[in-house]
């Protein structure tokens, strides 16, 4: 992850989410549990094109993304 910027940082009581707005990548991880309930997110523009890590998106993952102004209809 040492070759990206990540210039935004949204917090939930759970996890933590960096994004690198330009790469258009960032990735998510739970705050206790670490690389046990994480993923990768990828973006076209603030549009969530993808993620990975866990079968389904987690709902403050999802909720912070939202609020933050991003795109998830077609999660």
Do not use: C
Request: charged share 25%.
């Amino acid at each position: 992850m040492s070759d990206y910027n990540f210039n935004k940082n949204i917090s939930t009581p759970l996890y933590t989410i960096e994004i690198d707005t330009d790469a258009q990548y960032g990735y998510f991880e739970h705050n206790e549990l670490g690389d046990e309930k994480a993923g990768g997110l990828w973006f076209d523009g603030l549009r969530l094109s993808d993620y990975d890590g866990v079968w389904d998106l987690p709902k403050q993952v999802y909720a912070a993304l939202v609020n933050a102004g991003y795109n998830l209809e077609d999660i």
